[in-house]
C-alpha cells in the first residue's frame, strides 16, 4: 500500500459533554476544549475525534441528532465550532467529526415529518412496518440498549425500527433521496475543511429479512447486532458514500465496523474500500460484548486476549492500518478491564498504553486515558446516566436479578465509566466546571488528575508522550510505522511480545502481565533498550552474545532493538 499522510498520526478522543465546562453549567462545551488545546498539542496529539456536538436532545448524549446542520446550544454555536478548527490548525491539529447517520433523533424534522401519515414524502425515509399478526412488533429483534428494537405509533398503526434507543428511530437507506440529502450534509461539513470523520454504527445502515430469529436471552427477544450488521449489499452503499463524499477531499475516515469474519473485515477498507480503516471490536468484545448475556461476566485470559490481538493485526497487515484503541466512550476504562483491581499503578498503565501504541495501526487515545482514569461506582443507578446501563438495569431487573447484583454488573460495564468528568485538578469539581456537574466526578480526582501528572516527570502523560514520540519522531519510526507485526512467545502464558519489523531492523516489545518477577531468556541479540517501564532496566538489562536474560519485575515492559 502506497503511504497516506494518516499512516503516522495519533488521534485523541474528545467527549465533549465531560472534557471541559467553560461557562459553568455544568457541561463540557467547545470553547472548553479550545482553552486545552494546548494541553493536547502538548501529549503530541494530531487529530481530535470530537463526539457529537451536533443540535440534540441528548437522550444519548449527542448520537440522536435533531438537525445535522447546527451545533447543540450546549455546546456552543458555530461560530464556536468554526473557532476550534482554525485553533487547532494553528497548533498542527485536525478536527474529526462524529458522523451519525444510521439513525436520526425523532425529534428531527425528517422523522416527525415521516410520523405525521403514511403518505408524508418522507414516510419512506425511515423503516415503517405493520404489526405483526398477533399485533405485536414485526420481529423480535432486541435494540442494543435492551428491549424491542420496535415502537408503535398509535396514530398510524405502525412500528419503527430503532437499532438503539426508541428515541433514534434508524434511517432508511434504501431510499435515494435521503441517501442523497445525507451526502450533502457531510460536504457541507466536509467543506469546512473537517480532517475527516469517524463514522457511527455503519454495519447496520443495511437491513437484512426481516424476520424472527431464535430467541438468545432471557426476555425471548434476539439479538439486533448479530443479525443487522454487514448484511449482504451494504458495501453498495458504502461505496456510494465514499464516492459522492470522502473521495472528493483530503481526509481520513474511520469506521465502526462490527466483528465478523476476518475476511468479511477486510472488504471495508484498504485500496478500493469505503474508509481508510475501523474500528475492529474483537478485544473488546473478548472482555464485554454487548449482548444478550450482560449480566455474565466474561471469562477471558491473557492468550485469548494475545490471539485476538494478533489476529486483529493479521487482518489489516498488508495493504491496510487498523485503529489501535483500548477505550472509548462506550467501553469502560481499560485499567479495570484487563487488570484486576489490586494491580492497578503505574507500572501495569504505562504497560498497557506501551503494548497497544506501538502495535501496528494508528493509534487512538480516549480523554483520561493518558492520565490513568478509573472506573466508577455510583452508590445508586439514579445517579448513572447512560441509556444503556439504564435500560439493561431494567432488563436484568425484570428477569429476576437481584438489585446489588444487577448494581455490580453496572459497575463494570456501564458507559459512564468513561464518561465521567475529566479530571483537571484537586480542586472542587476536578476543575471540570465551576457548576455541578452533569455527571457526578469520580471520587479519586484528589489523585488522579491533569496537574499531578504534569508535575511528575516519571507520570503515565508523560510515558504516552514518550511513545507517540517515538513513533513519529525517533529512528525507529519507520519500523513503528510501516513495520511488520510478528507475534512471538504465542506460547508464553505470562507474557505478551511482538516485533517490528522493519528491513533488517527489529524492534521488540515485551511486557510481563504478571504481578511477579519472572525470569526469561530470549534468543535475540540485544542493541539497545529504547524505553522501559521502569527507571532502572537499563543498568539490569545484560546480554550475552546471542541471548538476552532478564528478570521482569511486575509489569515491566521493555521496548528493544
Ligand atoms: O456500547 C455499546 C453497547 O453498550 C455498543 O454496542 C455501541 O452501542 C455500538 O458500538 C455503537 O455505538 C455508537 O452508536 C451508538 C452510540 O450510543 C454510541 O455511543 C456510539 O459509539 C448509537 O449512535
Ligand atoms: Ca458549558
Known sequence: MEKKWWHDKVIYQVYPKSFNDSNGDGIGDLPGI???????????????????????????????????????????????????????????????????????????????????????????????????????????????????????????????????????????????????????????????????????AISFIKKG???????????????????????????????????????????????????????????????????????????????????????????????????????????????????????????????NKYLAEENINRYSAKMLAAVFMLMRGVPFIYQGQEIGMTNVKYESIE???????????????????QEDEVLKAVWNRSRDNSRTPMQWDDSKNAGFSSAEPWLKVNSNYKDINVKNVLADPDSLYYFYQDLIRLRKESGYSKNLIDGKYEEILEKNQDFMAYLRIKDDKKIMVIANFRDENIELELNYKLKKLILSNYPDSKERLKSDRDKIKYNFRPFETLVLE
Open 34 to 200: 479550545i482553552e486545552k488545546l494546548d494541553y493536547l498539542a502538548e501529549l503530541g496529539i494530531d487529530i481530535i475525534w470530537l463526539s457529537p456536538v451536533y443540535s440534540s436532545p441528548m437522550e444519548d448524549n449527542g448520537y440522536d441528532i435533531a438537525d445535522y446542520y447546527a451545533i447543540g446550544e450546549q455546546f456552543g454555536t458555530m461560530a464556536d465550532m468554526d473557532k476550534l478548527i482554525a485553533e487547532a490548525k494553528k497548533r498542527d491539529i485536525g478536527i474529526m467529526m462524529d458522523l451519525v447517520i444510521n439513525h436520526s433523533s425523532d425529534q428531527h424534522q425528517w422523522f416527525k415529518e415521516s410520523k405525521k401519515s403514511k403518505d408524508n414524502p418522507k414516510r419512506d425515509w425511515y423503516i415503517w412496518k405493520d404489526p405483526a399478526e398477533n399485533g405485536g412488533p414485526p420481529t423480535n429483534w432486541r435494540s442494543v440498549f435492551g428491549g424491542s428494537a420496535w415502537t408503535f405509533d398509535q396514530q398510524t398503526e405502525q412500528y419503527y425500527l430503532h437499532t438503539f434507543a426508541e428515541e433514534q428511530p434508524d434511517l432508511n437507506w434504501e431510499n435515494q433521496e435521503l441517501r442523497q440529502e445525507l451526502y450533502k450534509m457531510v460536504n457541507w461539513w466536509l467543506d469546512k475543511g473537517l480532517a475527516g470523520f469517524r463514522v457511527d
Open 209 to 335: 429479512e426481516y424476520k424472527n430469529l431464535t430467541p438468545d436471552g432471557e426476555d425471548g427477544l434476539a439479538e439486533i447486532h448479530s443479525l443487522t450488521a454487514n448484511k449482504e449489499g451494504i458495501l453498495a452503499y458504502l461505496n456510494e458514500l465514499n464516492q459522492e463524499t470522502f473521495s472528493n477531499y483530503k481526509i481520513v475516515t474511520v469506521a465502526e465496523i462490527y466483528p465478523d469474519k476476518s475476511e468479511r473485515m477486510k472488504e471495508f477498507v484498504g485500496e478500493g474500500g469505503p474508509f481508510d480503516f475501523i474500528f475492529d471490536f474483537r478485544h473488546t468484545d473478548l472482555v464485554m460484548r454487548p449482548d444478550s448475556n450482560w449480566m455474565r461476566e466474561k471469562e477471558w485470559n491473557l492468550m485469548k486476549l494475545k490471539k485476538i490481538f494478533n489476529q486483529i493485526q493479521q487482518t489489516y497487515d498488508e495493504d491496510s492500518r487498523v485503529a489501535l484503541f483500548l477505550e472509548n466512550h462506550d467501553q469502560p476504562r481499560c485499567l
Open 383 to 401: 445517579d448513572y446516566n447512560d441509556a444503556a446501563s439504564i435500560g439493561k438495569y431494567k432488563m436484568a431487573l425484570e428477569n429476576g436479578h
